[in-house]
């Protein structure tokens, strides 16, 4: 099978650049070939998702190609798994343009088990489960995630004591996951004989197959529910609709709950929104505190940007990561992916990490709605600026301190999106279309007669926009 790999490699490099070549595939390992799916290894995150994009089918029809060409077109591959494997650092190349200091935080579906895999007969409760660099510390606090991180720690400082269960929800990669690591490293700083168990829904779910399967419901519950001062349980979506592990589950909450032991869960909806999940445990989830996460707002999307670039020591200029923040709204994970891939980038071309680097990289990379500045974006950073609060720009209020800034947010919307007078009328609290027009008229002619006490605020606007 190794064999087939390097067969396939071979095919590969006839249609690829040397550089290419040499940059994505040779770090790559063969990892196995099981039930339509080629597993490969890879040194980082960063490989895993370039190569899922940009190569994965080239890769597979290789593969065909060398399958039917020694007779086994049966096993053909039908997706491509990428593992990482951080011990493949070493295998980067060129080794001087593409220094990697820092290891990715592995994503833990990309390794996650299948339904069938057997119980680890020792609990997997240790430091190691965790993420080592999902901590308090490496989290950004802002507007957004204040409630949730406030809570996760109050849990953190005294686990069982307060908000039993905690309940942290958001959507896709707002720092969830996040959080429920940085509880069990807290817990653990403070009691190293804690005993954390961190498991996403699915590894609970597939451990609960098995122990079945396996008739090892009694390890299963020595694990879940004795040998658990802290539950951490991510992504619990998961086991909805799940009846019979909902029901265990049910139970696993119960008997933790009697002991006082900590329970947190994580989910990409509020409680009372997860579809086919049985009234009683939405109830339970609803008994201890509820916290969700809110996409971040511009400066705390740059604070992320900007603890990311230090940590992975990347370079980062105070414009590029303005623009960065601008570029990519909805998600922390995204966010961060797109610093990387930029440094990468950089790093590969070896130009500097600038304004026109990145914007030419994402040019290509973002669809046209993430690239998009709203309304919204202006008017909050509008607000921003002039220390004002959303609720006033969008009154009736007709005070200088309150019209002015109103005044650019408006003009800055009409020159930079070329929003509809009417409908800005609209999104600035229901004003008639023909106050918006004047208003851009008295930005325009401020500017034409060069009034610095516009020009000035209006420029600093625009570069924390990116415009
Ligand atoms: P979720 O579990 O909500 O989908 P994650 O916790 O996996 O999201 O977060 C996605 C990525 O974004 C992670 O690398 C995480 O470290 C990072 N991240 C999210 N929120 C923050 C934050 N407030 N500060 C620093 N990093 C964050
Ligand atoms: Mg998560």
């Known amino acids: 099978m190794r064999d087939l790999w390097m067969r396939t490699c071979e095919r590969l490099s006839g249609r690829l650049s040397a550089e290419m070549f040499e940059t994505w595939i040779e770090p790559v390992v063969f990892g196995g070939l099981d039930a339509a799916e080629l597993s490969l290894r890879v040194p980082n995150r960063f490989y895993a998702e370039w190569l899922g994009t940009h190569y994965a089918p080239a890769i597979l029809e290789a593969a065909a190609l060398e399958l039917d060409a020694v007779g086994e077109p049966s096993i053909t591959p039908v997706r491509v798994r990428f593992e990482i494997d951080e011990s493949l650092r070493d295998r980067l190349v060129p080794r001087d343009r593409v220094p990697k200091p820092e290891a990715q935080p592995v994503p833990a ?46 849990v953190a400082q005294s686990p069982g004591k307060r908000y039993n269960p905690l309940f942290l929800c958001g959507g896709v990669g707002l720092g969830k996951t996040h959080l429920v690591n940085a509880i069990g490293h807290h817990v ?24 079945i399967k396996n008739n090892q419901m009694e390890q299963f519950r020595a694990l879940y529910r004795e040998g658990c001062d802290v539950l951490l349980m991510d ?15 049910f139970h696993t909450f119960n008997a933790l709950h009697h002991m006082d032991k900590q329970i947190v869960v994580t989910s990409d909806v509020y409680p009372e929104h997860l579809e086919g999940m049985e009234a009683r445990v939405v109830s339970r989830f609803q008994s201890g505190l509820v916290a969700d996460i809110q996409a971040p ?17 990347i370079v980062l200029d105070k414009s590029v990561a303005n623009f960065l923040a601008t570029c990519v709204k909805s998600n922390v994970r995204e966010l961060e992916g797109t610093l990387i891939r930029l440094s990468m980038q950089a790093e590969l071309m070896g130009k500097k990490m600038d304004l026109e680097l990145a914007r030419t990289a994402l040019r290509a990379v973002l ?66 279309h023909t106050t918006v027009l004047s208003a851009c008229r008295k930005i325009n002619g401020l500017l034409e007669a060069e009034d610095e006490r516009v020009k000035q605020p209006l420029a600093a606007i625009e570069r924390r926009l990116g415009f």
């Open 188 to 211: 653990l700083e403070t009691n190293p004989s804690a005993r954390i168990l961190y498991v996403s829904a699915e590894r609970f779910t597939n451990d609960f197959i098995s122990a």
């Open 297 to 313: 707002d511009i400066d705390t999307r740059v604070a992320i940007l900007e603890k990311k670039a230090e940590s992975e020591g």
């Open 235 to 249: 992504d619990i979506q998961f086991i909805a609709r799940r009846e019979s592990t909902m029901e265990e589950f």
């Open 367 to 432: 669809p046209k709605t993430e690239q998009a500045t709203s309304v919204e974006d202006i008017q909050k950073a509008v607000c921003d600026y002039f220390n004002l609060r959303l609720i006033d720009m969008k009154s009736q209020r007709r005070h200088r301190s309150v019209a002015f800034p109103r005044m650019l947010a408006m003009y800055l919307c009409r020159h930079h999106l070329g929003t509809s007078f009417p409908e800005l009328g609209e999104r600035f609290g229901g004003k008639d």
């Open 109 to 154: 579906p990309v390794v996650d088990e299948v339904p069938g895999q057997r119980l680890p007969s020792q609990p997997p409760i240790s430091r190691a489960e965790l993420n080592p660099k999902y901590t308090f510390e490496s989290f950004v606090v802002g507007a957004s995630n204040q409630l949730a991180h406030a809570a996760s720690l109050a």
